[in-house]
Nanobody
Framework: QARLVESGGGLVQAGGSLNLTCAAY????????VGWYRQVPGNERELVAR??????????NYADFVKGRFTISRNSAKNTVDLEMTALKPEDTAVYYC???????????WGQGTQVTVST
């Protein structure tokens, strides 16, 4: 059974940094698209950043509200995808989720989420 596990969340002051890690089991994060999403209570889950598969050049995309502050990267040897977050703002407070979508085999996996709280 494939599963994703996020780690690295926590409490940080505004302007600080955190690094989130998505670790995968029974699925390879080098294939398909891996994305980081976030959600606050009462709001829809929104895309933060995503990275394409290695075979398609690992293209990255970012939401406008994190461009220049967040960086998504893959470590194929460790089978992880990281989200480096810098210059954090209180509005970045949310539960952050990792997602892997492998369209051609109809697979879509979500992690359980990790809480990020940015204080003023």
């Amino acid at each position: 059974q494939a599963r994703l596990v996020e780690s690295g969340g926590g409490l940080v002051q505004a302007g600080g940094s955190l690094n989130l890690t998505c670790a995968a089991y029974a699925t390879a994060l080098s294939i398909g698209t891996v994305g980081w999403y976030r959600q606050v209570p009462g709001n829809e889950r929104e895309l933060v950043a995503r990275i394409g598969g290695v075979s398609t050049g690992s293209t990255t995309n970012y939401a406008d509200f994190v461009k220049g502050r967040f960086t998504i990267s893959r470590n194929s040897a460790k089978n992880t995808v990281d989200l480096e977050m810098t210059a954090l703002k209180p509005e970045d407070t949310a539960v952050y989720y990792c997602n892997q979508e492998i369209k051609w085999i109809g697979r879509n996996y979500w992690g359980q989420g990790t809480q990020v709280t940015v204080s003023t």
